[in-house]
């Protein structure tokens, strides 16, 4: 069984809420798992496809297209990548 697998929710959510701080450049105390991505946080496609793009080196999952409308919170996309990452 590998790492990811392993991981518990909490530390998959924290996990994501790095990289996207990285991904972002805000501090990680900044982002709060209910915050709007988009109009809260600023993300815009460019740095979307970045952290979808990071989430898939990290954790070898790859967030189908017709999924990504349904992502707005750090919330919604670490329970997508939760999903995700269980199915392999």
Not at 9 to 19: A, T
Not at 43 to 53: G, N, P, Q, R, Y
Not at 58 to 66: D, M, R, S
Request: aromatic share 4%; glycine share 4%.
């Amino acid at each position: 069984m590998n790492d990811e697998l392993r991981m518990t929710n909490d530390e998959l959510r924290n996990d994501i809420r790095k990289l996207v701080a990285k991904i972002i450049k805000l501090p990680e105390e900044k982002i709060t798992f209910e915050a709007d991505l988009f109009s809260d946080l600023g993300v815009d496609s460019l740095s979307a496809v970045a952290i979808f793009a990071a989430l898939d080196k990290q954790y070898g999952i790859e967030v189908p297209e017709e999924r990504l409308k349904n992502i707005r919170t750090l919330n919604d996309l670490a329970g997508l990548a939760a999903r995700l990452i269980g199915r392999r």
